[in-house]
């Protein structure tokens, strides 16, 4: 999943370089973890504490960052976990306005299909959110795909859901939710150019 800054006289070139530069958008590390179980601390990309403020959000962005975790659907036997119970992530989300709540989530999935998985999100939004760029992966796909969910289609707010098919045949789903604060401001993408939608893959 990659958030590109769009905009009139841009090259491909320069839009993959601004990207890379820009805090809006998701950047895979490497591949999933193969083991069963992590030992050791998670990797930075998953030190996630249950609620990030940068900086200082307010009560209601808190509150409607929650909302959206607690309601968040997902495909029927999945179940929640936490970030430690299943293998890293090695990719995320850089929203790129603030103040902003920030909260993640985890769900696994028994001998279930990863494309499944990611159409079945598109098609079913977590209420008052919306899909504006519906995923067009490959059947058998099982690397790290994604779909954002989001209030409106130019929102830089809602859920970024990510899933991958893992070792055990089981998918595992992160859902990666902001919610701005009524003050927030968005960080210039330079000119001519405009933040991608969370989540557009």
Known sequence: MRMRPRGRGLSIIAGVILVG???????PVGSADPSP???????????????????????GAI?????WLDSAS?????VRVEAGDVPAFH???????????TLTGYWRIPDADAVDTVNWLAANPTPGLTVPFMPQYPAGNTG?????????????EG???????IYDGSVVIRAQV????????CADPGSGSRWGAPGQG
């Not at 990719?91 to 103040?99: A, D, E, H, L, Q």
């Open 178 to 185: 902001a919610a701005l604060a009524a003050d927030a401001t």
């Open 74 to 78: 997902v495909p029927d036997g999945a």
């Open 91 to 101: 990719s995320f989300v850089g929203w790129p306005c603030t103040p902003v709540a």
């Open 37 to 59: 179980t992590r030992k050791g601390p998670p990797p930075a990309s998953e030190e996630v504490p249950a609620t990030v403020a940068t900086p200082t959000a307010e009560a």
């Open 21 to 27: 530069v820009l805090a809006g958008c998701a950047t």
């Open 63 to 67: 509150a409607r960052a929650h909302t």
């Open 159 to 165: 859920i970024v859901f990510d899933v991958m098919r």
């Open 144 to 156: 790290e795909m994604s779909v954002g969910q989001l209030p409106t289609p130019d929102s830089q």
